[in-house]
């Protein structure tokens, strides 16, 4: 998902490097920056989302679960998205930054998933349309 125009060799470096500086900056020394990777992630999958369902001659926003593997997708394409906005100077440091605000419960990709459930949580009142 990090990759641009195929270019697998660079989107493996800028992983592996954003990695790296997620290992000397992290606070907590007992995990490794894979772990760290897999925290930030499962902090930023979504549970529930909310699908459009035209019901009538009315669209509704109807909440409904989230598969395990658009769990999982969504929260890469979430990080990597908003890791592209940050403001560092290369793309290794941007995506290490938004993984440590992500383990911290924090950042742009943390906010989409609550605004996600918040809005899902809203629309409780629909979730009868669900088929």
Request: net charge positive.
């Amino acid at each position: 998902m990090l990759m641009w125009h195929g270019k697998k060799t660079l989107s493996f470096k800028i992983f592996y490097d954003a990695l790296e500086i997620v290992r000397q900056k992290k606070t907590d020394e007992e995990k490794t920056a894979l772990e760290v990777w897999k925290d930030a992630l499962s902090n930023v999958m979504p549970h529930v989302e909310v699908r459009s369902r035209r019901v009538g001659g009315a669209t509704f926003q109807v909440p409904m679960q989230v598969l395990p593997d658009r769990k999982i997708s969504l929260a890469m394409k979430w990080l990597i998205g908003y890791s592209r906005k940050r403001n560092e100077k290369s793309m290794a440091q941007k995506l290490a930054a938004e993984i440590l605000s992500a383990v911290k419960e924090e950042g742009a990709a943390y906010k989409k998933k609550v605004d996600t459930r918040k809005m899902a949580e809203a629309n409780k009142a629909f979730s009868h349309f669900r088929f």
